[in-house]
């Protein structure tokens, strides 16, 4: 029996292998993006049944603009089916939705629609919902370099106040603890920009499912290894 208290705060995923999954039924990739959401719906509602605080999704990294026009339009397309369908089900659940990335770059009509969820679960405090768009992790770090420089150079911020807790309110996760727990399904074992600076210390848990297999039981059995792990953060645990 697993120790609960000993379940992560914040869990991570990098929503992989949607393409390959499609691949191997001979079906479209977008195909496989549909069916992503429909795993990701799975693990949102799993995450609120067992009262995690924090999940965050990885969705569209800077890095995906190199794909076909095609299926960064059919993403796009799917990302606003997604919240017109599912807003509704968010303010019932009491899940608060935050945006990680520069949504400026976005269509018009996403980052509206993105706005107004956000907007309409602003109060929720049930779980937070992070959802990495146009997100990496290198640009995170960067973008925060010029705040403080802008800061600095205007006078509202001192060069020998800039410590690790300074430097985080200028991530788009401020506020949030650091992922525990990160998760990759899809085979590959790499972390693909995401939360660099965030999972320093994080658990990483990697499996060969492609996302859109990817089921609750398998969220839990993640949760189950996490909880049997032994987090050091480079000091000493042992009791003799
Ligand atoms: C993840 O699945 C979804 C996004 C990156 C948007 P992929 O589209 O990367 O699937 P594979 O890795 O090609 O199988
Ligand atoms: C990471 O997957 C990004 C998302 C899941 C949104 P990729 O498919 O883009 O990563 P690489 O190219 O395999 O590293
Ligand atoms: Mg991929």
């Known amino acids: 029996m697993v120790n609960r208290s000993k379940y992560p705060r914040h869990v991570a995923v990098i929503m992989d ?18 069916a992503g959401v429909a795993a990701l719906k799975e693990i949102v509602k799993h995450s609120r049944k067992i009262g995690l605080e924090y999940l965050t999704l990885y969705a569209f990294s800077t890095e995906n603009w190199k794909r076909p ?10 990302l606003m089916e997604y919240l017109k369908s599912e807003l ?25 629609e993105l706005e107004k969820a956000v907007a309409q679960t602003r109060e929720n405090d049930g779980m937070v919902l992070s959802v990495a768009i146009n997100y990496g ?4 770090i960067l973008r925060a370099v010029r705040g403080i420089v802008k800061d600095v150079c205007e006078g509202k ?3 020998q106040d800039i410590d690790q ?23 590959e074992l790499r972390v693909s920009n995401f939360l660099l600076w965030q999972i320093a210390y994080s658990e ?7 996302w859109p297999d990817f089921t609750a039981d398998m969220f839990e059995k993640a949760l189950d290894d996490y909880a049997k792990r032994d987090r050091r953060y480079g000091g000493v645990n042992s009791v003799d």
């Not at 992790?137 to 995170?140: A, C, I, T, V």
């Open 165 to 187: 807790e300074f430097f985080e309110n200028y991530l788009y996760t401020s506020g949030m603890p650091n992922p525990d727990l990160v998760i990759r399904p899809s085979g």
């Open 69 to 78: 026009e095609m299926e960064i339009k059919n993403l796009m397309n799917l």
């Open 137 to 140: 992790g290198r640009d995170e």
């Open 17 to 34: 292998g949607n393409g390959r999954w499609a691949q191997k039924r001979g079906l479209h990739r977008i195909q496989g993006h549909r």
């Open 204 to 210: 990483l848990w990697f499996s060969d499912c492609f």
């Open 157 to 159: 911020a001192r060069v």
């Open 88 to 112: 509704e089900e968010l303010k019932t659940n009491n899940i608060k939705l935050r945006i990680l990335g520069d949504i400026s770059a976005l269509r018009k009509d996403v980052q509206e």
